[in-house]
Structures are given as C-alpha cells and as structure tokens.
C-alpha cells in the first residue's frame, strides 16, 4: 500500500483536550420497536443478523460513547454498513438518535428546538457532503457565497469573503465559472469553499473524496491536511479507506457493527491494535510510516546519549532508518536538549517485522 504518513503534532495547549462534542451512550436503531433495544441489555447484545430476526431492527450505532476535542481531525472509519454515516448525522441531529446523550460546547443537542438546531447545523457544525449540491446555474463565486446567503450576510460582505476562500481554496480566476466548466476536483474545492467560508467551529465530512480518481483525491487530502494546519478547525471524517484515515486523522475511531471497536491515534492502532478484527483490518499497512521512535526506542546507555543522529520523538521509524543508515550508529530520540533514548538497527527493523513490543524507554 503506497502511503506517506505526515508527522503532525497533536493540538497543544488551549485547543488539547477540550471537548466540542460529547457523546455518551448513543444508539440509533432503525424498526418498529427500535426502543426497546437500547433499553433491554439482552437485545443490546444480539449479533445484527440475531436482532433482526428477534425485533426486525436494524442497530446502525449501538452505544458509542467519544469526545471530538478542539482542533482535532477524528476520523470516523470502518466498512460499509458500519455505521459511520449514521453516527456522524446524529451529531447534528440529521438522523434523530434512539438514546443517549450529544453535547456541543456543553450543549445539549438532543434538547434542541427547530430553530436552535438550524442555528447548529448553518453555523456551528457544518456538514460537507460527496456531492456537494452545487447550484449549476451559479458561478463558483456565488456557489460559495450561497451559505453566507442563507445566513443573511449583505451581497458586499458575501461576495468579498466568497472570494477570499476561493482563493484559498486554490481555485483563483475560476470565480465567474460554472460548475460544468469545472473538473471533479474543482468542484469539490468550490464545495470544501462554501463550508468554510460560513466559518463553523466543526465541519463535518461524509466520505467527501470517495468518487474522486486517486490523484485529485491524494490532492484534496493535502489540501484538508493544508486547511487544518493553518486553520486548526475541528473536523470531523467519515471514510472507508484505512490510508486515508491515517493521513487524515489526529485520532480515528474505527467502527464494525455499529460499535466503535478502537478509538485512537493512527499509531496506536497501528502499534497496538485492540483486537484481531483491527489486526487484520492495518495488517498491510506500512509500519514505519506511522510508529513513531518515541514508541520504538530503548534507553540509552551514558556513551550513547552522547552522539550519534538527532531525531525529534514525533519522527517516523521511517525516517530513523534513514538516518541510522546514513551515520551508522544509533539515533537519539532528543527532546529539547534531552536524550529520551536511543533506536538502533534492531528495534528499527523489529517495527518493519512487527516484532517490537512497543514499551518505549522511560
Ligand atoms: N433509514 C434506514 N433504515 C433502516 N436501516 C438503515 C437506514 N439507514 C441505514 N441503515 C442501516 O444501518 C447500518 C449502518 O448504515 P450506515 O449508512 O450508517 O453505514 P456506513 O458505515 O456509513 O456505510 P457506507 O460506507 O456504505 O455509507 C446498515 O446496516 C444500514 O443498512
């Protein structure tokens, strides 16, 4: 599998670990008595296939429970008919939950009035869908400035901040085009363009690149991935593709059956999957281009802490293989002036192998 991982720091500071959404106990189940399901713990444990022939229902997300913190990319992934849809249209309420409790800001969601969850759908968690509605009969311009229309923005102000998030969105000298003037990718800016420019604290992704051919799609990945550095907005990912998850996400949950079967970070899913369904869902993913050294390292004796190749702790094994290659002595993993230890060719090549057992030094 062809995958180049970024390194990334995670949010720091004000932005980590404060949550935008809160989800706790949240099930939607599609049938007739689709509330007895959640309430009955024996009907909550059925297989799908034993539940539909007990109840007719259909569990689409059965008790998941995560924060989506500030400034993070979670990704939502798991095959089809996982559920990953479903979920993330019950944030917003798009899809109305049978239990549990969703929370933006601490605000609770499943409270909400018409009004107010206009007010959260147009301003605060927008939502970019694979087709992305575009007004054919509109130039790119006014495609963008559409959803400032809708919120009452003056012509002046729209068209000008219209114009700004085209240019953004890399699509300048395009804004008096047509839609059928423009190639699958540019449409696809135009659309990321309109949700942006609304400004929502989160922006909410449904398998937005999934018809793409692969080359505009690695494009458009760049370009979030561009976005998010410079913007650090909130956003939250629906795929199908373990690659594009990885590149993507800060933190992803992976999804089978409507349950979240492993919350992490593209590392530890890949370093430490939570079971074998996980194993085998990363088995062919390049190792290297993920674990990072501040997994793979030992401690370092007083002789090596001393010299050798400098590597920041968020550097990829990857990219210690290269400079443990190059020197031909083990690399320090330095943080600051500090040495938190060392990886040689060994616990390098035991990443490659899958062999490491991940303990880090202290
Ligand atoms: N309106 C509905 N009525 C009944 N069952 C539904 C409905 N919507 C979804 N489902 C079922 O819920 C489950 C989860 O569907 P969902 O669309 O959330 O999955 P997904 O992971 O997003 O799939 P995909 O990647 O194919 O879009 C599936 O079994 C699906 O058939």
Redesign the pocket.
């Not at 259909?58 to 997300?61: D, S």
């Not at 996982?82 to 993330?88: A, E, I, M």
């Given at each position: 599998m062809a995958l180049t991982v970024p390194t990334r720091k995670p949010p720091t500071g004000d932005l980590a670990g404060t949550p935008v959404f809160r989800v706790e106990g949240l099930w939607?189940v599609?049938?007739a008595k689709a509330d007895r399901v959640p309430a009955e713990p024996e009907l909550g444990s059925l297989t799908?296939a034993e539940l539909r022939e007990r109840t007719g229902c259909?569990?689409?997300?059965r008790d998941v429970g995560f924060d989506v913190r500030k400034g993070e990319v979670f990704v939502v992934m798991?095959?089809?008919?996982?559920?990953?849809?479903?979920?993330?249209?019950c944030l917003t309420r798009l899809?109305e939950p049978t239990a549990g409790s969703i929370a933006i800001d601490g605000e609770d969601v499943r409270a909400m009035d018409k009004a107010r969850l206009r007010e959260l759908r147009r301003h605060r968690a927008a939502m970019v869908f694979q087709h992305f509605g575009l007004l054919p009969h509109r130039t790119v311009l006014d495609n963008v400035a559409y959803g400032l229309e809708i919120q009452g923005v003056g012509k002046a102000e729209r068209r000008e901040r219209a114009a700004e998030f085209v240019t953004k969105v890399g699509l300048e000298g395009m804004e008096q085009r047509r839609p059928a003037q423009l190639s699958g990718g540019q449409r696809q800016r135009v659309g990321l363009a309109r949700a942006l420019a609304v400004d929502p604290e989160v922006l909410l992704f449904?398998?937005p690149f999934s018809a793409l051919d692969p080359l505009i799609r690695r494009d458009m990945q760049e370009e979030v991935v561009r976005l998010h550095r410079e913007e650090s907005r909130t956003m939250v990912f629906?795929t199908?593709d373990l690659g594009e998850a990885l590149k993507l996400g800060d933190r992803i949950a992976l999804?089978r059956d409507?349950r979240i079967v492993q919350l992490g970070t593209p590392e530890e899913i890949v370093g430490s999957p939570a079971d074998d369904y996980v194993r085998d869902f990363v088995r062919d993913v390049p190792r290297e281009q993920v674990i990072t050294v501040r997994a793979a390292m030992r401690a370092a004796s007083a002789e090596e802490a001393a010299k050798g190749p400098a590597l920041s702790p968020d550097a990829t094994v990857s990219e210690a293989i290269e400079a443990v290659a190059r020197t031909g002595s083990p690399a320090r993993v330095m943080d600051g002036g500090r040495c938190l230890g060392v990886v040689d060719h060994e616990r390098l090549l035991a990443v490659v192998a899958g062999t490491e057992h991940g303990e880090g030094a202290a």
């Open positions: 939607k599609f049938g799908p259909t569990a689409a997300v798991g095959l089809s008919g996982s559920g990953k849809s479903t979920l993330v249209r899809i449904d398998e629906i199908h999804m409507g």
